[in-house]
């Protein structure tokens, strides 16, 4: 195992290209704020000091990712860039099918167009927003399973992103005609970016097997989740990050994924399987709404940046740097008394805005009133995992959400030590103030995916 002698974990790259950040007034950010409808998602980017909003697709590509785009062949059908994505994806995951996409949502939108339907039941330990809506509109119902632990903000143990075995125990016995795939997210983006343990999905694989129901991951962070299980699974400390996400994998019989996160590229992701029927409904699907089995919606030159990405993300000196980023946010604000959901996600910290802001009902949105307060403090952007975000139910009703968290998602290979510092510090200061915060109503909104679009005014 590599050694490190230093306090001090390096980041194990070199800054090649800078891009200024417009350091705003906290009187242009109140202006601002007023003219998104405090929803920041609207907000224009130049808007923002530190953008915390998501770790999908705002990373940094490397040299050898931006010399790639060189090599992209933009052939409209057969390009060796495909070939070259392709292989770059069976090098990891052994799924006879890989179907390029635009992006993840793209994958989950064929992929329930083929499986889902009114009366399907699709479990998850948690699905997450667009995983969710992709389910809903097509009828079927989305059911989260997370474990005990994962409701316990304060739990430090090592794998809350897991699946409640004996919950999908009982639904299989009950609905198993119903349910034509078990999905499993790694890491549990919407349950605190957690991990799943290989144990577990050994576990969840064998009720599949048992039921005769095909087991798929949502793969966006799987490099992350593999170094999870290499740092904290029993048994997994000699193994490289590789050969555990082989065996992620090989448990599972196909997968959606986003590129734009553990691909280590701006755009992009697939769809990949083994059963040769489901796979030529989904790729009649994308010629329909993505384009040819070989592009999905990509230029060549994205293809070239993620089959490069794939094989810089399984790095143990990124991993073990990209990991330590936000432990080391976590461990700032948990010693400046702010709560956060214990350990810190591979790719953000969670802050607990219910707990934090417990005067705040959770009709009236502290995650959104935290978030908001984080931007009008010091310009930081992130990003509401709450009532806004899930609290909509398929019948138009709304109900509160298990959690009320703020995501500060960390992108990769982008800010250094000090903007780290920044935010903490930011955090802290209004966290001094939460006494003082109050509630948000929603004043516009859609039907679906609401956090994205909806406008706000202060209680």
């Known amino acids: 195992m590599h050694s490190q002698p230093y306090r001090t974990l390096i980041e194990p790259f070199r800054i090649k290209s800078v891009e200024p950040i417009r350091l705003s007034t906290p009187e242009e950010r109140e202006v601002w704020l007023e003219q998104a409808g405090f929803n920041l998602f609207a907000l224009h980017a130049e808007q923002v000091i530190i953008d915390l909003l998501t770790d999908s697709g705002t990373g940094a590509m490397s040299a050898e990712q931006w010399a790639a785009l060189q090599r992209g062949d933009e052939s409209y059908a057969g390009s060796p860039s495909f070939h070259r994505f392709e292989q770059a994806v069976k090098d990891l995951f052994p799924f006879k099918h890989v179907i390029p996409t635009h992006q993840g949502r793209a994958a989950e939108k064929i992929l329930m167009s083929a499986i889902g339907g009114p009366g399907k ?52 016995r009950e609905e198993g005609q119903s349910v034509p795939a078990v999905f499993v997210t790694v890491t549990n983006n919407s349950g605190g970016g957690q991990p799943v343990s290989l ?8 009720l599949c097997d ?83 089995p ?11 940046a993620i089959a490069q990405g794939l094989t810089e993300v399984v790095q ?12 080391y946010l976590g461990e700032a604000l948990l010693a400046a008394g702010v709560p956060i959901v214990q350990p810190a996600g591979g ?79 930011v955090v802290q200061r209004v ?23 909806a406008r706000f005014a202060p209680l």
């Open 294 to 304: 070989t592009y999905g919606g990509l230029a060549g030159r994205d293809l070239e």
């Open 121 to 172: 039941v699709i479990p998850n330990n948690t699905h997450f927003d667009t995983t969710r809506a992709n389910i809903e509109h097509t009828g079927a119902r989305a059911v989260d399973l997370p474990g005990r632990q994962a409701m316990d903000p304060r739990s430090s143990h090592p794998f809350k992103g897991d699946m409640d075995i004996d919950a999908l125990a009982a639904i299989l």
């Open 210 to 292: 048992e039921h005769g129901i095909p087991l798929f991951l949502d793969g966006c962070r799987f490099a992350e989740n593999a170094w999870f299980i290499r740092k904290r699974e029993e048994g997994q400390q000699d193994r490289s990050v590789t050969e555990i996400v082989r065996e992620m994998g090989s448990l599972a019989d196909g997968m959606t994924m986003s590129a734009k996160k553990d691909g280590l590229a701006n755009i992009g992701g697939w769809l990949a399987m083994n059963d040769d029927d489901l796979a030529a409904d989904c790729k009649r699907m994308l010629i329909l709404t993505e384009g040819f």
């Open 316 to 327: 143990h000196d990124y991993l073990r740097y990209r990991v330590r980023s936000a432990e």
């Open 431 to 453: 966290a001094n103030r939460a006494t003082e915060m109050r509630g948000y109503r929603i004043v516009d909104s859609p039907p679906v995916l609401r956090h994205f679009t």
């Open 199 to 206: 144990e577990n999905l050994r576990r969840v694989r064998g």
């Open 347 to 425: 790719h953000a910290v969670y802050l607990d805005a219910r707990e934090l802001l417990p005067h705040i009902p959770p009709l009236s949105y502290p995650g959104q009133a935290l978030a908001i307060e984080l931007y009008r403090e010091g310009g930081v952007r992130g990003c509401e995992i709450g009532t806004v975000m899930f609290g909509l139910q398929p019948d138009g009703k709304e109900a509160p959400a298990s959690q009320e968290l703020v995501r500060l998602a960390i992108p990769r290979r982008v800010y250094t030590q000090s903007h780290v510092d920044y935010v903490a510090e």
